[in-house]
């Protein structure tokens, strides 16, 4: 079965500072990875994914994440936070081998930016 | 807006009483998921539909949830004789298919209270 740990339910960031959000799974196989964003009272968003090919993958406002095998881990990186990044961010997994796509979360982030 | 959209937006139950929450997934996508956000538990898969095939059940908690999706579009989850513990936020996705690393677009959700 599959698992997903974010390092860190809250995190406080000053404007511009990097943020830095932790995820590692546990899995058989190597999974498909994904990083959603969540903002008050809205649903799931997704902010990039990875699924073959480079490891460094970029998506959407400014925000990366690298697959690394051997540490099971794809952590969620922006070089310059933004007063708008302040919301709860989710790693999710799923199984390349497995019918269906159901994602595995894990417990969530929730990131505050300070100005 | 083409996007998953949710009813009702905030549905509050006294205990024992069923409630229904709707999804209507986005045009064109045929495979559509449930999923519950709570505090306790956090992101949790439910049930996942695939066009005509028998519906992927394994995540509902109970046999109080049941779902149904008619027509391959909208979906219907039904919780019967609702208990405290299902006061959660009830989340459905729409993705094109239900190949691996499809992205899974989300509705806002709908927020279920149980008193």
């Known amino acids: 079965a599959q698992s997903v740990t974010q390092l860190g339910s809250h995190v406080s960031v000053s404007e511009g500072a990097l943020v830095l959000l932790r995820c590692n799974y546990s899995s058989s196989v190597p999974p498909y990875l994904f990083w959603y964003v969540q903002y008050p009272n809205q649903g799931l968003q997704l902010l990039l994914k990875y699924t073959t090919g480079a490891t460094l993958v970029k998506g959407i406002n400014g925000f990366e994440a690298e697959f690394k095998k051997s540490e099971t881990s794809f952590h969620l990186t922006k070089p310059s936070a933004h007063m708008s990044d302040a919301a709860e961010y989710f790693c999710?997994?799923?199984?390349?081998?497995?019918?269906?796509?159901?994602?595995?979360f894990g417990g969530g982030t929730r990131v505050l930016v300070k100005p | 807006g083409a996007g998953v959209s949710q009813s009702p937006s905030n549905k509050v139950t006294e205990k024992g009483k069923d409630v229904e929450l709707r999804c209507d997934p986005i045009s064109g996508h045929t495979a559509l998921y449930w999923y519950r956000q709570s505090l306790g538990q956090g992101l949790e898969f439910l049930i996942y539909f695939q066009g005509n095939s028998a519906p992927d059940k394994s995540g509902l908690p109970s046999d109080r949830f049941s779902a149904e999706r008619t027509g391959g579009s909208v979906s219907t989850l039904t919780i019967q004789r609702t208990q405290q513990e299902d006061s959660a936020v009830y989340l459905c996705?729409?993705?094109?298919?239900?190949?691996?690393?499809?992205?899974?677009?989300f509705g806002p959700g709908t927020r279920l209270t149980v008193l």
């Open positions: 999710a997994v799923s199984e390349p081998q497995a019918a269906g796509n159901k994602l595995t």
């Open positions: 996705a729409s993705s094109l298919s239900r190949q691996g690393g499809n992205e899974q677009f």
